[in-house]
């Protein structure tokens, strides 16, 4: 099983820009398609941004494409999610979230999917 630690959040003005990082422990990581959701208090966690774990094939949600980027080093196991433009309703608790021994193409883009997910971390965007 993945461990995964989330960091990187705080609180930035609108049109500033944050970089998440997600630590992962574990021999899985090599195989496993990451992805970032986010969580508003009454909402649905929804898919931000993700990345296969060959190739580095990415996808984004329409809300944040152009806007975020999402890398992983493979040496260090860890993932980014470089998160520009920001906007107030970019607002949430971000999470990132690991599929094991996935296809190699495959993007983590469904929650109830998620084999493992990080505790999150809080980011605000002030107006």
Not at 24 to 49: C, D, H, L, Y
Not at 68 to 96: I, W
Request: charged share 15%.
């Amino acid at each position: 099983q993945l461990q995964l630690v989330e960091s990187g959040g705080g609180l930035v003005q609108a049109g500033g820009s944050l970089r998440l990082s997600c630590a992962a422990s574990g021999r899985s990581f090599s195989t496993a398609s990451i992805g970032w959701f986010r969580q508003v208090p009454g909402k649905e966690r929804e898919f931000v941004a993700g990345i296969t774990w060959d190739f580095g094939l990415t996808g984004y949600a329409d809300s944040v494409k152009g806007r975020f980027t999402v890398s992983r080093d493979n040496t260090n196991n860890t993932v980014d999610l470089l998160m520009n433009s920001l906007k107030p309703e970019d607002t949430a608790v971000y999470y990132c979230a690991a599929v094991q021994r996935s296809a190699s193409n495959y993007i983590v883009t469904i929650a109830s999917r998620v084999d493992s997910w990080g505790q999150g971390t809080q980011v605000t965007v002030s107006s």
